[in-house]
């Protein structure tokens, strides 16, 4: 899960399993696997970071265990 910031500033953790779709527009909007859709303030180039880091911790959890 990564951590994120709403419209309002209050932080949530997303499952980027379920990211479907993320758009930039005014605010970033992130649609879900499930239909649900998220704002959040956060820019899409750093959520793309933050996606790949946690895959990145995940994929070297994997291979040190």
């Known amino acids: 899960m990564i951590k994120l910031k709403r419209i309002n500033g ?17 605010d970033t909007i992130i649609h879900l696997t499930n239909g649900n859709k998220i704002v959040v303030k956060d820019s899409l180039d750093t959520i793309q ?13 994997k291979n040190n265990d």
């Open 10 to 26: 209050s932080e949530i953790l997303v499952n980027v399993e379920l990211i479907e779709i993320i758009e930039s527009h005014s």
């Open 49 to 61: 970071k933050a996606i790949i880091e946690y895959k990145k911790a995940i994929y070297e959890k």
